[in-house]
């Protein structure tokens, strides 16, 4: 029973880079919280960030056969990759793709992921409690077996 925390461009900056639009909060937090909720359930979360798309392919295929559920901020590749995209297509692991900002209300080209269709469904504009909401549905998910 173990969850993959994945974290793509940028967000290894979380806490320092834009606070006003994405909070204080730094991805060793986020870390921390999710660990904590996910204790409760008897499930193992792990955590890998990338700013380099290939090793984020990677772990994604990694990830087939390990792992009951992923929680993906793919950051700014989540408008542009058609490889990650491929990447979910290929495994059997279910996806959940989170945004802390609301993407919707900020520029054009951040309306549109090219991720979102592949995936199980999308947590956007929720801060960082997205991160956990996505947890919590993935555990939920594991005591219902
Ligand atoms: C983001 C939104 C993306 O548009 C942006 O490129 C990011 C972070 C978010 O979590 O709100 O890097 O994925």
Redesign the pocket.
């Known amino acids: 029973n173990s969850i993959l925390l994945l974290n793509?461009?940028?967000?290894n900056r979380l806490g320092k880079r834009e606070p006003g639009?994405?909070g204080s909060e730094t991805l060793e937090n986020v870390e921390a919280k999710l660990q904590n909720i996910l204790k409760a359930y008897n499930v193992n979360i792990d955590s890998f960030q990338s700013n380099h798309e290939g090793e984020l392919i990677d772990k994604i295929h990694q990830a087939d056969d390990n792992y009951m559920g992923i929680i993906f901020?793919?950051?700014?590749?989540?408008?542009t990759s058609i490889a990650l995209r491929d990447a979910i297509s290929s495994i059997d692991v279910p996806v959940v793709e989170?945004?802390?900002?609301?993407?919707h209300a900020?520029e054009s080209f951040?309306h549109h992921s090219l991720l979102a269709a592949v995936c199980e469904g999308q947590i956007?504009?929720l801060g960082t409690k997205?991160y956990e909401l996505a947890a919590e549905y993935f555990a939920s998910k594991i005591q219902e077996r």
Not at 73 to 79: F, I, R, V
Not at 98 to 103: G, T
């Open positions: 793509g461009p940028n967000l639009i994405y901020n793919p950051g700014a590749y989540t408008h989170v945004h802390i900002s609301n993407v900020r951040r956007v504009g997205g």
